[in-house]
């Protein structure tokens, strides 16, 4: 079967299986496939058969696609959707979905992982080491950081500047980006009617 040439079943019901969380992936749905690609829709329940996402997480795996981060091709898994309920958030679940993707893609010989970053995935993606295809995008992205800092953390230009200058990556900037007692970076330029979109992408093996 052309599905399972790409990967199996079983192995997109794996990657969704979180032990630690006692939460199970399951097909919403039979998969979209050719020769060349699969098109899953996954939820995630937990052991009292509960869903856990608010979106559910929709996924692209391509045998032979262009690579973001070379000029390569090979094996590659786009993940269009994924949204955990607001009540079901707990500290490094979405980390924890996403360590457990990779090793199944790794496990199915896939070289890049992609997707759009939209809404708090701006921020979260990039904050576990996906990568902008575009530095214009990042650059962008900082600039609305700085907007913040000063708009509403109140920041003084100096202050900003040095947090700037010491930027390595968005996981550096997290503690000012999600403060205790004001609105944060995403809230706010959700509120602001900013539409933020970007292609990231990360290397699987």
Not at 35 to 61: C, H, M, P, T, W
């Amino acid at each position: 079967m052309p599905c399972s040439d790409i990967i199996r079943e079983s192995e997109v019901i794996r990657a969704h299986k979180i032990t630690s969380k006692d939460l199970t992936g399951n097909l919403c749905r039979r998969p979209d496939c050719d020769n060349y690609r699969r098109y899953d829709v996954i939820d995630l329940k937990d052991k009292s058969g509960n869903s856990v996402l608010q979106v559910e997480i929709a996924f692209e795996f391509l045998k032979d696609s262009k690579f973001f981060g070379s000029s390569g091709r090979g094996k590659v898994a786009k993940l269009h959707n994924i949204r955990i309920k607001s009540d079901k958030k707990s500290k490094g679940l979405g980390a924890e979905i996403h360590a457990q993707q990779l090793d199944v893609l790794k496990d199915n010989h896939f070289k890049e992982m992609q997707l759009s970053a939209q809404w708090d995935g701006v921020i979260a993606w990039p904050s576990i080491f996906f990568n902008f295809i575009s530095e214009d995008d990042e650059d962008e992205l900082l600039e609305h950081i700085a907007n913040y800092m000063f708009d509403v953390l109140e920041y003084n230009s100096d202050r900003v500047k040095k947090i700037m200058q010491n930027y390595d990556n968005i996981k550096s900037l997290s503690k000012h980006l999600k403060p205790t007692n004001k609105v944060w970076f995403t809230e706010w330029y959700q509120e602001t009617n900013r539409s933020l979109e970007y292609k990231m992408y990360k290397e699987v093996s």
